[in-house]
Nanobody, 119 residues
Framework: VELQASGGGSVQPGGSLTLSCAAS????????MGWYRQAPGKQRELVAA???????NYADSVKGRFTISRDNAKNTVGLQMNSLKPEDTAVYYC??????????????WGQGTLVTVSS
């Protein structure tokens, strides 16, 4: 599975950005897609994930501000980020995997795209 992400950039606090990611290859092997991020000096963390059936997980820090969406027919996942804060600054990684129990488990990773929130 190959994942191609796009849409990062720089924005002022309070602004919005949209990330997109397209999956190709053995896509029959995945049932969920999502986004992780890694800020400087911090561990990589889940941002949001969505299954083919519509199950969604969000990190508490982004609930109400970020919206994840998935087009199963096109094998794409998007992340609409609103009301961005400086602490959202990070490299965002698209991934694909599955849900099990209460969590999302990524298997495949795309390249990161940098999001910078600064005045």
């Amino acid at each position: 599975v190959e994942l191609q992400a796009s849409g990062g950039g720089s924005v002022q606090p309070g602004g919005s950005l949209t990330l997109s990611c397209a999956a190709s290859g053995s896509i029959f092997s995945i049932s969920a897609m999502g986004w992780y991020r890694q800020a400087p000096g911090k561990q990589r963390e889940l941002v949001a994930a969505v299954s083919t059936g519509g199950r969604i997980n969000y990190a508490d820090s982004v609930k109400g501000r970020f919206t994840i969406s998935r087009d199963n027919a096109k094998n794409t996942v998007g992340l609409q980020m609103n009301s961005l804060k400086p602490e959202d600054t990070a490299v965002y990684y698209c991934n694909a995997g599955y849900f099990a129990g209460g969590g999302y488990y990524p298997i495949y990773w795309g390249q990161g795209t940098l999001v910078t929130v600064s005045s």
